[in-house]
Structure formats: C-alpha cells, structure tokens
C-alpha cells in the first residue's frame, strides 16, 4: 500500500541553525499537507502543496514539492525556540479517502 | 465556533472495561476521523468517516468501534480496554477528505491499568 517515510526522526539544533525535514512516498501523490505539533498539544495544519515542483513559504519556513510529486521538504531557517515541536506531512491514501501521516520529525532546538 | 470538542480528556480505566470517547465539530465537515498517538510516535488512523451513516476502517482497527449518526459527532468506542491501547486520541475533521486541511481536538488522555 502506499506508505510516506519521514526522516530525520529527530533533530537537536542551536538555536540559529536550519533545519529540514523530509518525506518520500513510493507513489505519485495528488497532494501533501504539513503539520505541526507542539509538546503536548495537537497538530495544527500548517500549508498543502499540490503542484509538482511547488515552493511555498512562510516567513522562516520553505516547503517544496518533488517534481515527481514523490517527495517533499519543510526546511527552516535560523530556527528559533518557538519552532520546537514535531512536524509531520500528510497524504491521502487508498482511492482518496484514507489520510495517513508520516512519523514524524521532532525539533530541540538550544538556545 | 468551538471547532472539535473530544471529551474526556483524560481517562483511567481497568483492564476489559469500555468506554467511549466523544468527538464533535460544529463546522458542517463531512470527514471525520480517529487516530492514536502513542509516546513520541506519529499518528496512526483508526476509523474514518466520510459522511453521515458511512465509516470505514484506518490503520489499526481492531479493538474499536465507530458509528456516524449525524454530520456533528463521531464517537469512539473501546470495546474491551487493553494495556496496549494505552495512548493519546486525536479526533480530526475536514470539509473533505484530501485536499483539505484537518481540524485537530484537543485528545483525550487515555490509561489502561
């Protein structure tokens, strides 16, 4: 089945650094969504992603989209202590009605 | 609007006991869904529905019970509570299924002694 892998699965950084995430899916995707979870709290969605090659930003946050619409990457720069939490993407899976999340990257950010 | 409410929020049960966790949104979304987290993993789909009277089967099914009666709730049921469903619970909602973003609730808390 189609399955998404997410790696790092952690990242400790000072704070300053970059940082990037990465997703990668077997299959063609019709689109990606990206999410984060602070500690203790629930994921809040943060872009979708829908055309191949795709480049989105937000403030320090880059998000791309693989031109094979196979993979994507959220990178940030110059992280800071507010950007600690764990990021995940998001697919859509089975014909389009079964989401599945990747498992996850967690950000330690030191200040 | 309250967006997706999940009551309790935390729970303790014993072993073979069952209970239910409540979900429900207020923004008319047809696709509702359950996932678990456990300790520092991702999120794993339980159940999912796309509509009202319609619900399908995620991930890792087994030991759960859904039910969709109306647009608003979706509840989850532990049928017979085990230690390895020890985890926290996230009920999620979209207007649609893809292509759409996912409002999270709070999670429910969950312990099984």
């Known amino acids: 089945g189609q399955q998404v892998m997410q790696i790092p699965q952690y990242q400790h950084v000072q704070e300053g650094e970059d940082f990037t995430t990465y997703c990668n899916s077997s299959?063609?995707?019709?689109?990606i969504q990206w999410y984060k979870q602070r500690p203790g709290g629930h994921p809040v969605f943060l872009i979708q992603?829908?055309?191949?090659?795709e480049v989105k930003k937000q403030k320090r946050l880059t998000f791309q989209f693989g031109e094979a619409k196979k993979n994507s990457s959220l990178h940030i720069t110059a992280t800071q202590t507010t950007d600690v939490g764990t990021y995940f993407c998001?697919?859509?899976?089975?014909?389009?009605?079964?989401?599945?999340f990747g498992g996850g990257t967690r950000l330690m950010v030191k200040p | 609007n309250a967006g997706v409410t999940q009551t309790p929020k935390f729970q303790v049960l014993k072993t073979g006991q069952s209970m239910t966790l409540q979900c429900a949104q207020d923004?008319?979304?047809?696709?509702m869904s359950w996932y678990r987290q456990d300790p520092g993993m991702g999120l794993r789909l339980i159940h999912y529905?796309?509509?009202?009277?319609?619900?399908d089967q995620g991930e890792v099914p087994n030991g759960y019970n859904v039910s969709r009666s109306t647009t608003e709730d979706f509840p989850l049921r532990l049928l017979s509570a085990a230690p390895s469903q020890t985890s926290v619970y996230f009920c999620?909602?979209?207007?649609?299924?893809?292509?759409?973003?996912?409002?999270f609730g709070d999670g429910t808390r969950l312990s099984i002694l």
């Open positions: 529905s796309v509509g009202a009277g319609i619900t």
């Open positions: 999620a909602s979209s207007r649609q299924p893809g292509g759409q973003p996912q409002h």
């Open positions: 923004m008319n979304h047809e696709y």
């Open positions: 992603l829908v055309k191949s090659g």
């Open positions: 998001k697919i859509v899976h089975n014909a389009g009605n079964m989401l599945t």
């Open positions: 299959t063609t995707l019709s689109n």
